[in-house]
């Protein structure tokens, strides 16, 4: 009869430790989940902010190049 009693406690012990793992394993992918689409979000507003900032530095060399040339037609 202790046999018994004892297997169940260990059984029961044992779905406990399982469900308890599978709660953390659900918890830890949701968490991962998570932090990857807020690593998205910010991944892609710094690619936004690189092309902003490659658009601005064409333009301004674009001007460069401008006042370049008027420069060396004044002087000529």
Known sequence: MKNVQLDEDI???Y????KYLNNS????????EKERQ???????????DNVDL????SSLRKA???LDEE???LKN
């Not at 807020?38 to 936004?48: F, N, P, R, Y």
Request: proline share 0%.
């Open 11 to 13: 059984k029961t012990e």
């Open 64 to 66: 460069v190049r401008t």
């Open 71 to 73: 420069l060396k037609n």
């Open 54 to 57: 490659i658009t601005e530095i």
């Open 38 to 48: 807020i690593h998205k979000a910010e991944h892609l507003k710094i690619m936004k």
């Open 25 to 32: 394993v659900t918890s830890i992918k949701k968490r991962l």
């Open 15 to 18: 779905e406990n430790q399982k």
